[in-house]
């Protein structure tokens, strides 16, 4: 059996990961958008700030039906990728874990919110309808 020198490691490291990621059962690491649109009655402005643990998107105001979007690409070593966003109208101040790749990745790729004061609604490809709803976090 040949030994291998630290150069021949790392290459042997750097091939392996990159045919991981590239396999038809894992497949290339695919970016991931998010899209939240305002749904709020009465014509009030939506103030949305999105965060990970690594970024802060910053703030955003929605006019009605406005919508803000974002897009990454998720930890493909483990199912940690985490985004939390605040969302405060007048009189209201309210958060939720937007993306959470446990729950997130296996459903959308495109993953389009609409915020209602009673919480977010999360479009569903499969029957076309904003019917995956969640209350605040």
């Not at 009655?41 to 039906?65: A, I, M, N, R, Y």
């Not at 919480?119 to 209350?135: L, R």
Request: negative net charge; contains cysteine; glycine residues 6%.
């Amino acid at each position: 059996m040949a030994c291998l020198n630290g150069s021949s490691v790392v290459l042997l490291i750097t091939m392996t990961l990159f045919l991981l990621t590239m396999t038809p059962t894992c497949g290339a690491v695919k970016t991931r958008q998010v899209r939240v649109t305002s749904e709020l009655e009465g014509g009030k402005p939506l103030t949305v700030h999105c965060k990970s643990k690594d970024d802060d998107l910053g703030f955003h105001v929605l006019q009605p039906k406005g919508s803000y979007e974002f897009s990454f690409k998720p930890n493909i070593f483990t199912t940690s990728t985490l985004f939390f966003c605040s969302f405060e109208w007048p009189g209201a101040f309210h958060w939720f874990d937007i993306y959470v790749d446990a729950r997130d990745n296996k459903i959308c790729s495109k993953c389009h919110w609409v915020v209602y004061e009673d919480g977010p609604c999360m479009y569903n490809w499969s029957d076309q309808q904003y019917n995956i709803c969640h209350t605040w976090n």
